[in-house]
């Protein structure tokens, strides 16, 4: 097990939540968020438009970051941090930061993608797990168990609630299938920067943590473990594995606060329509 500290290269870590350096946003700015999130759809729906077993991770990198371009936009991983690729193409056991790779897709992998976008001065974020051909049934479980998880965090998105509140929707919902949260990696704030406080953990106390106020845009991403929680760095120094080789799940929305229902600001529609064209695939409920 390594320090939580080493995480500082793979974009996130765990610090104590504060107040300090939050910034809440504007109408108008929420929609450049928005639209920066929906190019992140659009990547994604590429990237799953071609998806199938044989074809290297490296190719959908290639893809999304034509796309991108192709928008008048600007690939918001590619160099965050030295980090060296479009996407983070997770495979399996990877939970997060996978680097896009000759690996080629087999029948039965699961494929966490991970992908960021900047347009107009602000970033877009959001990540999902795809399912290459016939996935083990207890796989798609677990991706469909975190991504209702993530559907219950967001509810608890909304004026006068805590942090806390959407953490511990994420926690319960998944715990009682007995799958593990991973505790090192977290949910973010999202504006100019890639990665803005306040923080978002999948797992804590409700009623705890920072209150939640209007223009608050974070995103919400549970990572979900099959089995332990515990997790570890791999050789390349970037890609995230589970401790005991089991498969993990990831899926993300970026989402702005409001009072009564949180409004989701990036966007599944586009990927799912490209998944029911592409028979390589199987989507999640």
Same mark, same amino acid.
């Given at each position: 097990?390594?320090?939580?500290?080493?995480?500082?290269?793979?974009?996130?870590?765990?610090?104590?939540?504060?107040?300090?350096?939050?910034?809440?946003?504007?109408?108008?700015?929420?929609?450049?968020?928005?639209?920066?999130?929906?190019?992140?759809?659009?990547?994604?729906?590429?990237?799953?438009?071609?998806?199938?077993?044989?074809?290297?991770?490296? %190719?959908?990198?290639?893809?999304?970051? !034509?796309?991108?371009?192709?928008?008048?936009?600007?690939? /918001?991983? &590619?160099?965050? +941090? *030295?980090?060296?690729?479009t996407?983070?193409?997770?495979?399996?056991?990877?939970?997060?930061?996978?680097?896009?790779?000759?690996?080629?897709?087999r029948?039965?992998?699961?494929?966490?993608?991970?992908?960021?976008?900047?347009?107009?001065?602000?970033?877009?974020?959001?990540?999902?797990?795809?399912?290459?051909?016939?996935?083990?049934?207890?796989?798609?479980?677990?991706?469909?168990?975190?991504?209702?998880s993530?559907?219950?965090?967001?509810?608890?998105?909304?004026?006068?609630?805590?942090?806390?509140?959407?953490?511990?929707?994420?926690?319960?919902?998944?715990?009682?299938?007995?799958?593990?949260?991973?505790?090192e990696?977290?949910?973010?704030?999202?504006? %100019?920067?890639?990665?803005e406080?306040? !923080?978002?953990?999948?797992?804590g106390?409700?009623?705890? /943590?920072? &209150?939640?106020? +209007? *223009?608050?845009?974070?995103?919400?991403?549970?990572?979900?473990?099959?089995?332990?929680?515990?997790?570890?760095?791999?050789?390349?120094?970037?890609?995230?594995?589970?401790?005991?080789?089991?498969?993990?799940?990831?899926?993300?929305?970026?989402?702005?606060?409001?009072?009564?229902?949180?409004?989701?600001?990036?966007?599944?529609?586009?990927?799912?329509?490209?998944?029911?064209?592409?028979?390589?695939?199987?989507?999640?409920?």
């Amino acid at each position: 097990m390594f320090d939580s500290t080493e995480l500082t290269t793979c974009f996130r870590k765990i610090h104590t939540l504060s107040t300090k350096n939050i910034y809440y946003k504007t109408d108008d700015e929420v929609e450049l968020i928005r639209h920066s999130c929906h190019l992140v759809g659009k990547a994604h729906a590429a990237v799953a438009a071609i998806m199938r077993p044989g074809l290297q991770t490296q %190719r959908l990198d290639e893809i999304a970051e !034509q796309c991108i371009r192709d928008n008048n936009a600007v690939p /918001g991983f &590619k160099g965050y +941090d *030295g980090f060296p690729a479009t996407l983070c193409i997770s495979v399996n056991e990877q939970v997060v930061h996978g680097l896009p790779s000759t690996y080629e897709l087999r029948e039965g992998d699961v494929v966490s993608v991970d992908c960021g976008v900047i347009a107009n001065g602000f970033y877009g974020d959001s990540a999902y797990t795809y399912c290459i051909g016939e996935v083990k049934e207890e796989t798609r479980k677990l991706l469909s168990v975190t991504k209702k998880s993530l559907y219950k965090a967001i509810e608890k998105a909304i004026v006068g609630n805590r942090i806390g509140d959407i953490s511990f929707a994420v926690q319960q919902y998944v715990e009682q299938y007995r799958y593990s949260v991973v505790r090192e990696l977290v949910g973010h704030g999202v504006g %100019r920067s890639l990665h803005e406080e306040p !923080q978002v953990p999948n797992y804590g106390q409700r009623g705890k /943590g920072v &209150k939640l106020l +209007d *223009g608050l845009v974070i995103a919400i991403e549970p990572m979900i473990n099959m089995g332990r929680k515990e997790v570890k760095k791999a050789a390349d120094d970037w890609t995230i594995v589970t401790a005991d080789g089991k498969p993990s799940a990831h899926f993300e929305h970026t989402i702005v606060v409001r009072k009564q229902k949180a409004d989701i600001l990036s966007t599944f529609e586009y990927l799912q329509e490209a998944i029911k064209n592409n028979p390589e695939l199987i989507d999640i409920p």
